[in-house]
Nanobody
């Protein structure tokens, strides 16, 4: 099994910065491939914020381009959030696609429990 744990959420003022971190861990043989950050506000669907695949190719949701930076270091995922706006307030979730098993044949789509970000004006 593979687990994800986010950290770094909290409160910031408009224009401020926060950095989210996500650590992947597991037991047995596993390998993490694509990782991404999603966010969700009450009453809305979870939306993709940024993603980085196993080749380190990145994609961003349009509203965060130029403000957020996704990066990874092996099984750690980061999201540097700058020039925060109240609209960025949400629960942020880390997501990973991983393979487990002796031959890495079992594919898992794993979610962290989420970390809340609150941006005030």
């Amino acid at each position: 099994q593979v687990q994800l744990a986010e950290s770094g959420g909290g409160s910031a003022r408009t224009g401020g910065s926060l950095m989210l971190s996500c650590a992947a861990s597991g037991s047995g043989n596993y390998k993490v491939y694509d990782m991404s950050w999603y966010r969700q506000t009450s009453g809305k669907e979870r939306e993709l914020v940024a993603a980085i695949d196993w080749r380190d190719e990145v994609t961003y949701e349009e509203s965060v381009k130029g403000r957020f930076t996704i990066s990874r270091d092996q099984d750690w995922l980061y999201l540097q959030m700058d020039r925060l706006m109240p609209e960025d307030s949400a629960v942020y979730y880390c997501n990973a696609v991983a393979r487990t098993g002796p031959w890495l044949t079992q594919v898992l789509n794993v979610w962290g429990p989420g970390t809340e970000v609150i941006v005030s004006s």
